[in-house]
T-cell receptor
Framework: NAGVTQTPKFQVLKTGQSMTLQCAQDMNHNSMYWYRQDPGMGLRLIYY???????DKGEVPNGYNVSRLNKREFSLRLESAAPSQTSVYFC????????????FGDGTRLSIL | GEDVEQSLFLSVREGDSSVINCTYT??????LYWYKQEPGAGLQLLTY?????DMKQDQRLTVLLNKKDKHLSLRIADTQTGDSAIYFC?????????????FGSGTRLQVQP
């Protein structure tokens, strides 16, 4: 029962370094999402992919890029990391967008010095 | 626009009932969700309700929806120490094409033995 798997679980970067966060789901879901969670705030959507081959910006996309590699995998890339991107990143998936419940991975804790 | 608000903290004794509250401002048709987040983990879907319903019960969990006041509550009966976690209220909208969830900032539930 893997569900949504994120790698790595923890990462420390220096300002200006690049990094790709990986996400894979084994539930044959069409839609996938990347959120960030900051202290005292709910999750905010960075990017989402409604279906394989499509990606769209969410609420806070600046400084990030995504790739929907295939139906299973959705990666998030930081091209030039900044301290403001220190956060916990969550990947989620759902059968479709809108009303479908989303299933979450355990998160990646990213610190940028 | 839409906004989801929650109180930050709730403390109860083991065996008591817990009531976690949430308000939302959007007036469109919507699904409303409750998620649970344990330390170091992702979000776990607990239950959800459509905005044309007043109540939903699932074992120890009861969701009440007051559409007039745009108020949602989650009642946990016979609260256990394992219920200690952060609880997030979230909504999604059906008639705006919005593709993802809007989260509240979370309510930390502390259960004292």
């Amino acid at each position: 029962n893997a569900g949504v798997t994120q790698t790595p679980k923890f990462q420390v970067l220096k300002t200006g370094q690049s990094m790709t966060l990986q996400c894979a789901q084994d539930m044959n879901h069409n839609s996938m999402y990347w959120y960030r969670q900051d202290p005292g705030m709910g999750l905010r959507l960075i990017y989402y992919s409604a279906s394989e081959g499509t990606t769209d910006k969410g609420e806070v996309p600046n400084g990030y890029n995504v790739s929907r590699l295939n139906k299973r995998e959705f990666s998030l890339r930081l091209e030039s990391a900044a301290p403001s991107q220190t956060s916990v990143y969550f990947c989620a998936s759902s059968e479709g967008t809108g009303i479908q419940p989303q299933h979450f991975g355990d998160g990646t804790r990213l610190s940028i010095l | 626009g839409e906004d989801v608000e929650q109180s930050l903290f709730l403390s109860v004794r083991e065996g008591d009932s817990s009531v976690i509250n949430c308000t939302y401002t959007d007036s469109s048709s919507t699904y409303l969700y409750w998620y649970k987040q344990e330390p170091g983990a992702g979000l776990q879907l607990l239950t959800y309700i459509f905005s044309n319903m007043d109540m939903k019960q699932d074992q120890r969990l009861t969701v009440l929806l007051n559409k007039k006041d745009k108020h949602l509550s989650l009642r946990i009966a016979d609260t256990q120490t394992g219920d200690s976690a952060i609880y997030f209220c979230a909504e999604t909208l059906l008639d705006t094409g919005r593709r993802a969830l809007t989260f509240g900032s979370g309510t930390r539930l502390q259960v004292q033995p």
